[in-house]
């Protein structure tokens, strides 16, 4: 049984920075790609970044240039760096992991929530202006 459990977020001004975390468990955490995605009040799940297990990145265009996403393999975590925060990044962010997959991964793949297996609990982060 694979568990991710968020943390980091918080209430931030606008252009501050935060840094989110998620640690993973189970054997396969290695294996699989892992995403962020964010839910803000009245809208959908979107996509925020993902990262291949060949550690490759992909990104949304509202976040590209501003977020980064990393993994360590040994601590078996994913990490999100947030910087220049914006009031419209207001939202839960969750981390989430999919089946074990092949090396290399692609945009489409990481981009659809349906390809993930497992998810987070989420944690809100607030950027006020």
Do not use: H
């Amino acid at each position: 049984q694979v568990e991710l459990v968020e943390s980091g977020g918080g209430l931030v001004q606008a252009g501050g920075s935060l840094r989110l975390s998620c640690a993973g468990s189970g054997r396969t955490f290695n294996d699989a790609a892992l995403g962020w995605f964010r839910q803000a009040p009245g809208k959908e799940r979107e996509f925020v970044a993902g990262i291949e297990r060949s550690g490759g990145t992909y990104y949304s265009d509202s976040v590209k240039g501003r977020f980064t996403i990393s993994r360590d393999k040994t601590k078996k975590t994913v990490s999100l760096q947030m910087n220049s925060l914006k009031p419209d990044d207001t939202a839960v962010y969750f981390c989430a992991k999919t089946p074990r997959i092949a090396y290399f991964a692609s945009r489409e793949y990481l981009s659809d929530q349906k390809s993930y297996a497992a998810w987070g609990q989420g944690t809100q982060v607030t950027v006020y202006s």
